[in-house]
């Protein structure tokens, strides 16, 4: 083997362990990024699902609070009570509550 042969095949082994060892460092960097992603979409997806309760709560409350003023228009003690309260709902408008504090 002449002194040229040589010292190229010792560059190449030299180049291809850094090539080795670069494309582990790039694929633990990639592991991490992919667990980051996991993570962030599980975070948004649970807010997804609070949103869709909260959505869900909202409409329940709206039609609670609607039955609770219909009966206080038949009630004259839940009609005082809401007033001592100063919880008023209007049935006119599109049969929407709204509070007032």
């Known amino acids: 083997m002449t002194p040229w042969q040589f010292w190229t095949l010792n560059v190449l082994s030299v180049l291809l362990a850094v090539?080795?060892?670069?494309q582990y460092v790039l694929v633990q960097d990639l592991q991490k990024r992919n667990q980051l992603v996991v993570e962030m979409q599980q975070k948004i997806n649970a807010g997804r699902q609070q949103?869709?309760?909260a959505r869900q709560a909202?409409?329940?409350l709206k039609v609670s609070a609607i039955r609770v003023a219909q009966?206080?228009?038949k009630e004259p003690e839940l009609k005082n009570l809401?007033?001592?309260?100063?919880?008023n709902v209007n049935l006119t408008d599109s049969a929407a509550p709204s509070s007032a504090k």
Do not use: R
Request: aromatic share 6%.
């Open 71 to 73: 009966a206080a228009e």
């Open 19 to 22: 090539l080795i060892l670069t």
């Open 58 to 60: 909202e409409q329940i």
């Open 51 to 53: 949103i869709a309760a």
């Open 82 to 87: 809401l007033k001592k309260y100063n919880l």
